[in-house]
């Protein structure tokens, strides 16, 4: 049986677990919700390890697509249909193997929540979404993803409806991915109008066939590659939570942790890198807008690395440490290294969801504790959590051999090897602040003594094992999963890199534009050296502010050395303060000017100002009606001179 | 000699009707619609009308005007009111505007029929015969109309006329 | 007459306008609230099967035109015909017709609570007005039926509304009537120039579809006809009585107003003030779009300050007709698919926001956010069908409202016109403003602690309640998962439009007015009209 | 020459109607006189009165001149005639229940109500200047004595006053037009007027003021502003039963004359084209008049009596632009704004049961659920006023405005239009007072009034069927005019 | 010297304008039906001028009629007077106006 057949099953299995604890109702029975709940993942994996066993075992592997129905007919058609290539291949194993293992851990996680069948609900309804999202063979299949994982994402931060914060932080998220997804629609607009279709195949085909085409001017003194990609951007913009719209990603964290670990971390949030990657032909036709894509990835990176600094919620530093990797993977992207960006994506879902779902197990233990001051100490406790939790900070911070080290080297590498000195400058320094801030979090964390109340630590408790096992996993997926991304060339074999080669079918090769950066081995070497010695200064300065059970003592230290930095930090370089007062106050005063002024004063005002008129002219002309007979008589007089005099002139 | 006499009774008609107009007693204006009528009836006898004037005297002096001195008198109205100012708008305007119709209509006559020859009076512009002949060949529909109309103005008057409790009584008895 | 009678005994047309006046006649004698309104569901249920039926049986077909045989004389002396047909473009607004009266009236059910008989008589009146205006095929016919849709309505929103209910129906009223009254003009006008063109008067749509009209007359024609129609749409600055009307309206009322009602302004648009007039719409396309963008904007920025739950819905109900508009002056047959559907999408999700909020009405005798929060809590069914709606409403992809939304947008922004590429892009952003003002309604109404103690006490959706909306959001889904069912039976008809309209934009503009020569029938009724010899000759 | 005096059976035939409708009345008063006992069935006996009549006039009268020429039937004053025995019947079957209340029923009432019919029908048959007058004198006078029939109030009389003063002034300014007319013309006959006109005969000023004179004179009758002012004192202050046919019959009866003399005054070249301006300035100011005047009444009849002054405005459209298609416009105008003026009229008499009080709107508070029929009617009236489809009202503003875009007169129907935007207004204030307050005054309860919600029922029931299935009333009428030839 | 008929016809003008000016200007409503009368009867007046000029008996037949109808315009309207006398007893014009506006 060919389990190709059944590629459509993948993302329809988690709707359907959806639909079924929703009609289940929130009186389901634990365990029917569970087995619903974490099954249906497990199916959806299962399957796709089917299908990527089948994909990657076929002889030549052409990408299979498979359509479902005409979603629209006619001369614009645009089908239902799936994809399954080598970048979705990639995608579809991190989803369902990190989303599953989420899954698991949430069961755990979740078990003495209130709204566990809600929160199995939202969760496989995301599955669902970010399956569509990746195997969608067309914009469209994938947009309908693109949203739905928002959907998600804004149901899930929201999850603790009961409170004033979290419903805020949801409704932010989705709002502001939604002005990335205006870009997006444009963007798919324009590729509608260029292409009259939608589907990534044949888009590439044609981009292929006549390079040309898009490079003419299209709009805005854009040409149509640029004016395409620029707007899919704006949508990766939105929703992989780069400048200037990374506002949402740290309030989600108001969501529960393994949400923040599979959505905010993991999967949904890299969908833009995805988005980027898939559009790969576009993007290296519009180079302009390719180093926009890089300096705004490395502007975030380091942007969001500043800030992490600074926090003091575990889940807040992790949130802005994700910020600070999408911004690498769009470096990457940017610079044309598209294997490198999912290469990224691919350990960083691992590592970052190791993070979190630690993070998760320590606020499990903490009683829903966030706030890192009140920690310290807590290896001791928490021994599983501890370690897997160092292990993955180990990864981030870009020590070989873990994974994060390769996939990150990677990019550095490329964007030197690309020509951009400055963006691996400030890749470098980023990387040397993110393992300084992700060792901060350790060490105010797992190291030094207790700050919390008593209580707390008299709860303090490993997580079940539903909780460790995945975590155990996925430390083994974090230290792991470099390995599928060894830098060939270091050892003179190209198809080391298997990751590379893979992808290499994906991605559009002209012969006048992608000429190959070639960086000689031993310039390899020694940014890799730089980039060990970076990191490990960064884990240095943290070890010697936070380590050693300073605790507290480091943060006020730079504090009082550097009080506006810490400050700026602190509070995110005002970013939600600055959209206030130039966006939304100044909207919402134009929406009341709209209503009061223009709405009621003008229009309304206008029109009760003509039946004003209307009714005083009526009550003037009624006075006219004296009851005096000999008036009226006037009247008739004077009504007859005058139909003379219009008769005689 | 014509013109005379048609200046007497011209000049006595415009008299008395101005006296109709402004004198406040309505029995004094009465009388003096009296004179105007039968001056007027002094003019259709020149201008060869006998039948009418003869018509004119009897039903205008001999049956209205005394209808109207009976009312006038049953109603015991002296004098015009003076509690209730009259609206000086209303009469200026009003005499204002008489005067353009005046002059409109002075003008228009003048400028129509000045001059215009007049032919001798014929026997058959004052044959009774022959306005009879009319009355009852080409006029006979309003002849007949003007029956049901008269009998409609009894019935009306009596309608009108009648108390509020249906009989037929003066109204200077109720008051009382 | 006899036809007449046999076709009002016959499964036709005819039959399913009709029926629902004809059932007002036994209603006269049924006084009691319980027993009309178990008779209005009954005839609403009977409507719908006769509707659904009728479309049904026609499904297979390709769908050109269902007519009720040849037009009747109606008033022979000035050439005023019975005619209705039924083709692809009335058709979803009848199904969502038909659908919606049950279902108003199951929504009304406790909201009214005096005088059923008067409720149910006008609901039936109002559907006929409705079902008429959007078969007829004859002008005077249609504006007739436009018309007897005022009256009930009005009682509607003056008899059962809410506080300031008669300043919200005189409002209405006055506004529709001024409207409509234009377009009796043009009417008229257009009557008597096929008379004098032809000799014959006429009202017939297919017959007044000949003339072919100088460019000033048509200015002034289009310009009556989109008047009248872009105040029912609403469009801006037209717009204010709706969001009084809403707010007065009682839930059935609000639902059938935003749910079809506003429809018959665009329906309007693309049946007849398009075709009628290609070169002067064409001419004014520019100022229609850009009134259609501020609308998007418009009203979508003012919802967002509202304080008031349907006042919030009422200028949502603005902005997403401006799509609809949008997309009709986009002349491509994307967006007039998209456009249709998006009608149809505002009729369901717009119906069930308004039954929502109905239903939290009769539970709290109050629509101000204020009052509410966390009612997620107690009404968890409430939350769940608010979303959903809400979902729908802001164009969340895989439900009914993206679809629409998506094809007026992108055909708009792939249509030949530049300008319209802008204002495409710029209305996109009209996307994010509904998430603005929508998300703000969930969050204060079902979201966050519960700050009322009266809430807490609150009961979820009745039994009844929730049949009421599940049909609605099934069909939100199902046209959001599988549009192609609900736009396969249009496209013939708006491809046909669209064809012969552009091929009369392109006619070479006339001094006088001639006359087009006559096409088929069925064709006629579609618009299908290629320009021929007649007309070649009146260039001349 | 040896002239016949004796009138011919052709002739007689000619005024059968009249001579039912008098005879009628003569005998009613003569029953009251003697068989007093039989007053209950005084209204049923009008009523054969009026509906014999019609059925005479419909079958009997002969088309063409008879009486020497001073009558002229043909199928429109057939309809005309129709229109004015239709409304003549309602307002007797509205007035039934009314008289009994007020203990005024009496043989004179529906006398005068007949005669004044009578002077209607022949008035609007007159062909010839004097009969004109007289007829004019017969239906006035009668009506003056209708107006003031109700003894017992003092609004009345002072209705009847007010309109009998102003009758009588305007009677002399109508006789001065005929004077001058027959002067210049040297005949008092209309087709020989024209002939004379047309031939430049005489004075034309001097003409042209009687013309002037004899609009304002059935302006005056049809309340046209400047000439309305009466009409809402006199509709206020009459019996209500009776202001249903005073708002309607001494309107159509005089639109016919008007339409005649104007028609006729259109054949002096020179004059032709003022017609149509003082024609259409007095449409304009009585539709923006009547209507904006309305607009601010408080009294249901008055703002009826306004109302009308509008509806009249509207009527004269067609007369802007006079030519037989006019006639169609006007005869469609008159049914439908008799059947619902009468109609409303008719209602009013139901709900208002105190004469002499003041009929205000708001009195009908929430009383559309306690009379549900006789609000139903009213709500019919005044939505067919208002010129809202289906109803005949509509019809008719329809049919007057397609004559005026017809004769490229679209901005004399833009007016109305605009006009009649401010008439929806008033029209449904009473409806919104009927079914959207609450009840403030309770009515008194009475006895029911079978012919009284015969007549408001009959007249809403026709206004909107009529309305819905108009065909026969067009075909009849398109028929009449052109069998006018 | 004949009189020529203009004269009689300027006569009757001004008599007409008296009476309009009389009927306008006067508050008692018996006085203004005199002025009403007075018109009446110069309008007569009018129409013997013209008969007389147009040597037509028309004019005659007019007047004859004219006069009944006064006659019975008189008897109706005084009748209304002595209605009205009875509920306000008063006849000025400008205290009847239960009715206005």
Partial sequence: ?649 | ?176 | ?540 | MSPSYAVSTADLWSIAPEIWLAGAGALLLLLDAFLPALKRAFTPLSLVATLGAGWLAWTSVPTGPSFHGTLDANAITCALTLIVLLAASLALLASDGYLRREGLLSGEYHALLLWSSAGMTLMLRANELLTVFIALELLSICLYALAGYHRRIAVAAEAAIKYFLMGAFVSAFVLLGIALLYGETGSSRIPEIARALAEGKGSLALEALGVVLLIAGFGFKMSLVPFHAWSPDTYQGAPTPFVAFLSVAPKAASVAVLIKIVAAASASAPLAPKWSTVVSLLAVLSMLGGNLLALVQRDLKRMLAYSGVAHMGYLLIPLASLNRDSWVSVLVYLFAYALMNAGAFAVATLLFDKPGEQHLISDLSGWGYRFPVKSACLAICMLSLGGIPPTLGFLGKYLVFLHAVENHQIWLAAVGVLASLVGVFYYLRVVYVLYMKDEVKAPVAKAGDFLGNLSAGLAALLTLVLGLWPGPVLGWVADAVARLG | ?101
Wanted: aromatic letters at 12%; hydrophobic letters at 55%.
């Fill in chain 2, 1 to 176: 000699m014509e013109l005379f006499v048609f200046s007497l009774f011209a000049l006595g008609a415009l008299v008395s009707a101005l006296a109709v107009v402004s004198h406040r007693n309505p029995v004094y204006a009465t009388m003096s619609l009296v004179v105007t009528l039968v001056c007027v009836a002094a003019l259709f006898l020149m201008l060869g009308a006998p039948f009418i004037a003869t018509l004119q005297v009897l039903i205008y002096t001999g049956a209205i005007v005394v209808l109207f001195l009976f009312v006038i008198m049953l109603l015991n109205i002296q004098r015009e009111e003076h509690s209730a100012p009259s609206g000086g708008a209303q009469r200026w305007a009003a005499i204002l505007m008489g005067f353009v119709l005046a002059g409109l209509l002075f003008g228009l006559f003048w400028r129509a029929h000045a001059g215009a020859e007049i032919q001798p009076l014929t026997e058959d512009q004052v044959s009774l015969t022959r306005l009879a002949r009319l009355l009852f060949t080409e006029y006979m529909l309003p002849f007949q109309a003007i029956g049901l109309l008269l009998l409609a103005a009894v019935v009306a008057a009596t309608v009108l006329a009648r108390r509020p409790d249906g009989r037929i009584t003066a109204p200077g008895e109720e008051s009382k």
């Fill in chain 5, 1 to 101: 010297m004949i009189v020529p008929a203009t004269w009689y016809m300027l006569l009757a003008a001004g008599l007409f304008v008296i009476g309009t000016i009389g009927a306008l200007t006067r508050r008692n409503g018996i006085s203004i039906f005199l002025s009403i009368e007075l018109m009446l009867n110069a309008v007569n007046l009018l129409l013997i001028a013209y008969s007389r000029q147009l040597g037509d008996l028309t004019g005659q037949v007019i007047v004859f009629f004219v006069l009944a109808v006064a006659a019975a315009e008189a008897a109706v309207g005084l009748a209304l007077f002595i209605a009205i006398f009875r509920h306000g007893h008063t006849i000025d014009v400008n205290r009847m106006n239960l009715m206005r506006w």
């Fill in chain 3, 1 to 540: 007459m006899d036809t007449f009678l046999q076709l009002l005994a016959g499964n036709t047309l005819t039959r399913l306008i009709f029926f629902p006046a004809l059932a007002c006649l036994p209603l006269l004698f049924i006084r009691r609230d319980g027993a009309a309104r178990a008779y209005a569901l009954l005839v609403g249920l009977i409507e719908a099967a006769f509707g659904i039926g009728l479309v049904w049986a026609n499904w297979g077909s390709p769908f050109p035109l269902l007519r009720d045989g040849a037009p009747l004389p109606w008033i022979p002396s000035w050439g005023i015909q019975y005619s209705v047909g039924m083709d692809g473009i009335s058709m979803p607004l009848v199904l969502l017709s038909v659908i919606l009266l049950p279902i108003v009236v199951i929504g009304s059910w406790e909201g009214i609570h005096k005088n059923w008989q008067g409720f149910a008589l006008s609901l039936l009146l109002l559907t006929t007005g409705i079902l008429g205006a959007l078969l007829a095929l004859d002008l005077f016919l249609f504006y007739i039926f436009w018309e007897v849709m005022l009256i009930p309505m009005y009682l509607i929103i003056g008899i059962w509304g809410g506080q300031r209910r008669v300043y919200a129906a005189v409002k209405f009223f006055l506004f529709t009537m001024a409207g409509s009254l234009l377009m009796l003009l043009a009417i008229l006008w257009l009557a008597w120039t096929y008379k004098e063109m032809a000799g014959a008067w006429s009202f017939a749509f297919a017959d007044l579809l000949r003339l072919q009209l100088p460019a000033s007359e048509q200015a002034w024609l289009f310009g009556a006809f989109a008047i009248a129609f872009a105040i029912k749409v609403p469009m801006f600055p037209l717009h204010t009585w709706l969001p009084d009307a809403h707010v007065e309206a009682p839930t059935g009322g609000s639902v059938i107003l935003a749910g079809i009602l506003l429809k018959l302004g665009t329906y309007g648009f693309l049946r007849f003030a398009l075709p009628l007039f290609p070169q002067a719409s064409q001419r004014y396309a520019p100022l229609m779009a850009g009134l259609a963008l501020v609308g998007i904007l418009y009203g979508a920025l003012v919802a967002w300050v509202q304080a008031d739950m349907k006042k919030l819905v009422a200028y949502s109900s603005i902005a997403h007709l401006g799509f609809v508009m949008l997309g009709l002056f986009a002349f491509d047959l994307m967006a007039w698919q998209g456009a249709l559907l998006q009608m149809v999408n505002h009729g369901l999700s717009t119906g069930a926001l308004f039954l929502i909020v109905g239903m939290i009405y009769e539970r709290r005798h109050t629509k101000e956010f204020a009052q509410f929060g966390g009612l997620a809590k107690v009404m968890p069914w409430f939350a769940f069908f608010l979303v959903f709606s809400t979902l729908s409403s802001v164009g969340l992809p895989g439900l009914n409202g993206f679809v629409g939304e998506f094809l007026i947008l992108a055909g708009t922004f792939t249509s030949k016109s530049i300008a319209l590429r802008g204002v495409a892009a710029t209305a996109t952003f009209g996307v994010v403003l509904a998430a603005v003002y929508l998300l703000k309604m969930v969050a204060a109404t079902i979201w966050g602690p519960i700050k009322h103690e009266e809430n807490r006490s609150l009961k979820d959706l009745s039994w009844r309640e929730k049949l009421l909306l599940a049909p609605l959001c099934l069909l939100m889904l199902w046209i959001g998962v599988a549009p192609e069912p609900f736009l396969a039976p249009s496209r013939p008809a708006l491809a046909a439009v669209l064809t012969s309209y552009q091929a009369r934009v392109t006619e070479i503009p006339v001094n006088t007015v001639a006359l087009r020569p006559e096409a088929p029938l069925s064709e006629v009724a579609l618009g299908v009209q290629p320009p021929g010899p007649v007309a070649a000759e009146a260039r001349q």
């Fill in chain 1, 1 to 649: 049986m060919n389990a190709l057949t059944l590629l459509w099953l993948i993302p329809l299995l988690p709707f359907m677990g959806a639909a079924l604890n929703g009609i289940l109702g929130p009186k389901g029975r634990h365990g029917a919700v569970t087995a619903v709940g974490v099954g249906a993942p497990l199916l959806s994996l299962l399957l796709a390890l089917g299908c990527l066993w089948q994909y990657a075992t076929s002889v030549n592997p052409a990408p299979f697509q498979q359509t479902l129905y005409a979603w629209v007919a006619g001369p614009f058609q645009i089908d239902v249909s799936f994809l399954l290539d080598p970048l979705s291949c990639i995608m579809l194993f991190v989803v369902t193997f990190v989303g599953f293992l989420i899954h698991v851990y949430s069961a755990g996680y979740m078990a003495h929540e209130g709204g566990y069948q809600r929160y199995f609900v939202y969760l496989n309804l995301f599955m669902g979404s970010m399956l569509l999202l990746i195997l969608g063979a067309n914009y469209l299949v994938t947009f309908v993803g693109w949203e739905g994982v928002g959907l998600c994402s804004y149901l899930l931060i929201g999850f603790y409806y009961e409170q004033e914060f979290p419903p805020y932080a949801g409704q932010k998220a989705f709002i502001v991915n939604r002005i990335g997804d205006v870009g997006f629609l444009i963007g798919l607009f324009a590729l509608m109008g260029a292409f009259g279709t939608l589907d990534y195949q044949r888009i590439t085909a044609a981009i292929m066939a006549n390079p040309d085409h898009l490079l003419q001017p299209y709009a805005l003194g854009l040409s149509l590659a640029s004016f395409v990609a620029l707007f899919l951007f704006v949508g990766a913009i939105g929703k992989s939570a780069q400048i200037p719209l990374f506002v949402w990603l740290p309030d989600a964290m108001a969501g529960p942790t393994p949400v923040s670990a599979l959505i905010h971390a993991a999967t949904m949030v890299t969908a833009g890198v995805y988005m980027v990657v898939r559009s790969n032909a576009i993007y290296q036709l519009a180079t302009g807008v390719s180093h926009f894509v890089a300096i705004i990835g490395a502007l975030t990176a380091i942007f969001a690395a500043t800030i992490g600094l600074a926090q003091n919620d575990i889940k807040k530093v992790l949130a802005y440490s994700t910020v600070s990797q999408l911004g690498y993977m769009f470096l990457a992207a940017g610079v044309g290294a598209y294997s490198s960006a999912i290469f990224h994506l691919g350990t960083h879902a691992f590592f970052k969801a190791l993070l979190f779902l630690g993070s998760g197990s320590v606020i499990h233990a903490m009683s829903g504790e966030q706030d890192m001051r009140k920690m310290g100490g807590l290896a001791k406790h928490l021994p599983i959590t501890s370690r897997t939790f160092i292990l993955a900070t180990v990864a981030i911070a870009g020590i070989p051999p873990l994974s994060g080290f390769f996939s990150k080297d990677e990019i550095l590498g490329e964007t030197f090897a690309s020509g951009h000195y400055i963006l691996w400058a400030v890749g470098m320094i980023t990387a040397g602040l993110t393992a300084c801030y992700m060792f901060r979090t350790v060490y105010m964390t797992f190291t030094g003594t207790f700050r919390g109340t008593h209580e707390q630590e008299h709860h303090v408790h490993e997580s079940p094992a539903s909780m460790t096992v995945p975590l155990i996993i996925l430390a083994v997926g974090a230290a792991l999963a470099g390995l599928v991304g060894i830098p060939g060339k270091l050892f003179g074999n190209e198809h080391l890199n298997w990751l590379h080669t893979w992808l290499s079918p994906v991605l559009a090769r002209f012969p006048e534009h992608g000429a190959e950066h070639q960086a000689s081995s031993a310039t390899e070497w020694a940014l890799m050296g730089v980039s060990v010695l970076v990191a490990v200064a960064g884990i240095l300065v943290a070890r010697a502010l936070w380590g050693r059970g300073r605790g507290l003592a480091g943060d006020q230290a730079f504090a009082s050395r550097l009080p506006f930095l810490q400050r700026l930090f602190e509070n995110k370089w005002y970013v939600d303060e600055l959209y206030d007062r130039i966006v939304i106050r100044p909207v919402k005063w134009l929406a009341r000017v709209c209503w009061k002024v223009i709405d009621v004063l003008v229009i309304d005002g206008s029109i009760h100002v003509g039946a004003f008129v209307t009714e005083i002219t009526g009550d003037l002309g009624r006075l006219t009606t004296t009851g005096n007979v000999r008036n009226y008589a006037l009247y008739f007089f004077g009504g007859i001179l005058v139909l003379f005099a219009l008769v005689l002139l």
